[in-house]
Every structure is written in structure tokens, then in C-alpha cells.
């Protein structure tokens, strides 16, 4: 069974920073990519960053670039998303998704090109 779980978010002054992980199991992560994706209150679901599988190459969204860092640590099947430098618009629940295809830059961000996610972690950010 795979699962995806994701951990680590919590509330937040603006300025400060949070580091979430996505935990998997049942899959070989090296073979899989991940896009973190997030939903803020009555918005839709977007794409913030993304890590290949095996290159470990990145792709951020341009409201994150600068302030988000996506790494992997396949030997413990891990996914981090580093935040700096938060403010109000972060405010979300945060999703990590898995596919097992390279998505590339035309893709990364359609979350139905993702087979697995993950429950979601919420991230408040208070000015």
C-alpha cells in the first residue's frame, strides 16, 4: 500500500520559516518524482515546486522562487519543502503528490499527471 504523509506544518509568524517533509512507503521513491501543491481557503490547488527522480533537477513556481527549497533523501524515502521568508500568502494546506513519470515543466503542475498524494499538512502564516 502506498502511502504519503505529510508533516511538519503549524503556525508561523511572517518573515519565519518552516520545513515540511512527505514521508512515503510502499513505493521506491528514487523512481518516483514529487510535486508539493498547495490550497489555500477558496482558492484552487496550485503547484509550488517540484524534484525529478533521479537528477534531483527542480522546478519552483515563480510566487515561491527564491523562498522555497525542495530536496529529497531517497535512502529515507523523504521529501522536504524549506520555506523562508513566509507570509500571508502561504497560508495553505500543503500537499506532496508522487508520480512516477518525469513531468517536466509543461506537467509539474497538473495534479491529475500525480498517482499518490498525501493527506495534507496545514501552514498558517500570522502577520
Known amino acids: 500500500q502506498v502511502q504519503l504523509v505529510e508533516s511538519g506544518g503549524g503556525l508561523v509568524q511572517t518573515g519565519g520559516s518552516l520545513r515540511l517533509s512527505c514521508t512515503t512507503s510502499g513505493i521506491t521513491l528514487d523512481y518516483y518524482a514529487i510535486g508539493w501543491f498547495r490550497q489555500a481557503p477558496g482558492k484552487e490547488r496550485e503547484a509550488v515546486s517540484y524534484i525529478y527522480g533521479h537528477d534531483r533537477s527542480t522546478i519552483s513556481a515563480d510566487s515561491v522562487k527564491g523562498r522555497f527549497t525542495v530536496s529529497r533523501d531517497n535512502a529515507e524515502n523523504t521529501v522536504y519543502l524549506q520555506m523562508n521568508d513566509l507570509n500571508s500568502e502561504d497560508t495553505a494546506v500543503y500537499y506532496c503528490?508522487?508520480?512516477?513519470?518525469?513531468?517536466?515543466?509543461?506537467?509539474?503542475?497538473?495534479?491529475?499527471?500525480?498517482?499518490?498524494w498525501g493527506q495534507g499538512t496545514r501552514v498558517t502564516v500570522s502577520s
Open positions: 503528490a508522487a508520480s512516477f513519470a518525469n513531468l517536466g515543466y509543461d506537467l509539474y503542475a497538473e495534479a491529475a499527471a500525480y498517482a499518490y
